[in-house]
């Protein structure tokens, strides 16, 4: 029997969820996440964060696994950093779904679990610097969702009028992202059993 192996990843901002480019160009330009760590070979990232995204990212070399995990029912939640402080009405738009442009075509979210963060979250430092505050305030929510469309949460609060301008995945089903710090990677017996998919209380 295969003896797999399952990885926690806080992926840094700037670096592409995959291990290598066909395309020459990207090859040269962009950083990925073979250039992290030394993984196996068959290791595969379960779901994806875009380039500018940060966080939690599960890898595993388990083909079973990552199904699992990319189900419906288990719940992703984000950090988001907004530009400026998003009103009731808001919260509401996003807690109850709504329009986004999906592969050219709209798409109506799913409802989420929204809330605004009292405190900014103590996250290490980007890379880039996010946008001075001369140019109005900024503010944190929480978003859980359980589906994963191509940048989801940055639509999502774009259509609700409050742009992202840091997203920070801290959670997937019942794993944090806890004091993890970018480019860290932990290797792990097992991710997620089946009956814990889902744990939405914070970390101690």
Same mark, same amino acid.
């Given at each position: 029997?295969?003896?797999?192996?399952?990885?926690?990843? /806080?992926?840094?901002?700037?670096?592409?969820?995959?291990?290598?480019?066909?395309?020459?160009?990207?090859?040269?330009?962009?950083?990925?996440?073979?250039?992290?760590?030394?993984?196996?070979?068959?290791?595969?990232?379960?779901?994806?964060?875009?380039?500018?995204?940060?966080?939690?990212?599960?890898?595993?070399?388990?083909?079973?696994?990552?199904?699992? $995990?990319?189900?419906?029912?288990?719940?992703?939640?984000? /950090?988001?950093?907004?530009?400026?402080?998003?009103?009731?009405?808001?919260?509401?738009?996003?807690?109850?779904?709504?329009?986004?442009?999906?592969?050219?075509?709209?798409?109506?979210?799913?409802?989420?679990?929204?809330?605004?963060?009292?405190?900014?979250?103590?996250?290490?430092?980007?890379?880039?610097?996010?946008?001075?505050?001369?140019?109005?305030?900024?503010?944190?929510?929480?978003?859980?969702?359980?589906?994963?469309?191509?940048?989801?949460?940055?639509?999502?609060?774009?259509?609700?009028?409050?742009?992202?301008?840091?997203?920070?995945?801290?959670?997937?089903?019942? $794993?944090?992202?806890?004091?993890?710090?970018?480019?860290?990677?932990?290797?792990?017996?097992?991710?997620?059993?089946?009956?814990?998919?889902?744990?939405?209380?914070?970390?101690?």
């Amino acid at each position: 029997m295969t003896e797999h192996r399952h990885f926690l990843l /806080y992926k840094p901002f700037g670096y592409l969820s995959q291990f290598m480019s066909n395309n020459a160009r990207e090859a040269r330009k962009k950083k990925f996440l073979g250039d992290l760590h030394d993984f196996p070979a068959e290791t595969m990232a379960v779901g994806r964060l875009d380039e500018h995204s940060e966080g939690l990212l599960l890898l595993t070399t388990d083909g079973r696994v990552s199904e699992r $995990i990319r189900r419906k029912d288990v719940e992703k939640e984000y /950090y988001a950093q907004v530009d400026g402080v998003p009103t009731d009405e808001a919260i509401r738009q996003l807690q109850e779904g709504l329009e986004i442009a999906h592969r050219s075509v709209l798409y109506q979210t799913l409802p989420a679990r929204v809330r605004r963060l009292e405190q900014a979250p103590d996250f290490p430092a980007r890379g880039r610097k996010i946008r001075d505050e001369r140019h109005g305030p900024t503010s944190w929510v929480s978003i859980i969702v359980t589906e994963g469309k191509f940048r989801q949460v940055r639509k999502m609060t774009a259509a609700a009028g409050y742009p992202t301008l840091r997203l920070v995945r801290v959670r997937v089903g019942s $794993i944090w992202l806890t004091d993890m710090q970018p480019g860290e990677v932990r290797e792990m017996p097992e991710l997620m059993p089946p009956d814990a998919a889902n744990e939405d209380n914070e970390p101690e």
